[in-house]
Structure formats: C-alpha cells, structure tokens
Nanobody
C-alpha cells in the first residue's frame, strides 16, 4: 500500500510559477512509476507528466500542452516527486493529482495507476 500526499498548490497569475510536491509512504518507492495528472471542472482527468522509478536523470514524459513549461523530478532517497510549473496559463487551472503505478512501464492512462493522492488545487488568473 502506498499513500501519497500532495502539497504546493495555490493561486498564481498567468506567467508565474508553482512547484508541486508529492510525498509517498512505503519502502519501495523506486519500484513505482510516478505521474502527475490534472482535472479541470467538467473535464476528464488528464495526463500531465510521468517519470520512471529508476530515473537516474533519464527520460521523462509530458503532455504536449505542458512540454517545455513543466518539469517532473523525483528523489528516491526521500520518497518524493515534484512538478515544477513555469509560464503558467489560465488553462492550467485544475486539481492536480500525484499517482503511482507499479512496475517500469510508463503510461498516460489514469486507470492504469494504482495509487492516488487527494489532489491540490492550482488556479491561474489571467
């Protein structure tokens, strides 16, 4: 069982930055793919970014809408994953969720993630 707790959401003006963090419980954090998803009112939950368990500064994955603006990273020694969000736009407004998926395969499908945090609100004003 993995418990995930997000932090770092808030209100920011367009063009600003926020850093989300997610702390995970458990001793096998490095065996999980970690992902960030978001859900805006009236919309389906969508993929934002993902990072493999054995990252070692290797490949990361992003939705086209955030590529070049958002950066995902993880610290397996501290059981944390972060999402640095720069050049924020009003359309980035959503509840952001941290998620964990057992294994090494990275996927962008929410139903394929095993554990979820409670979510943190990000609001970008124009």
């Amino acid at each position: 069982q993995v418990q995930l707790v997000e932090a770092g959401g808030g209100l920011v003006q367009a063009g600003g930055s926020l850093r989300l963090s997610c702390a995970a419980s458990g001793r096998t954090f490095s065996s999980y793919v970690m992902g960030w998803f978001r859900q805006a009112p009236g919309k389906e939950r969508e993929f934002v970014a993902a990072i493999p368990g054995t990252w070692a500064f290797g490949r990361t994955y992003y939705a086209d809408s955030v590529k070049g603006r958002f950066t995902i990273s993880r610290d397996n020694a501290k059981n944390t994953v972060a999402l640095q969000m720069n050049s924020l736009k009003p359309e980035d407004t959503a509840v952001y969720y941290c998620a964990a998926r057992r294994g090494e395969a990275v996927t962008t499908t929410p139903s394929e993630y095993n554990y979820w945090g409670q979510g943190t609100q990000v609001t970008v004003s124009s």
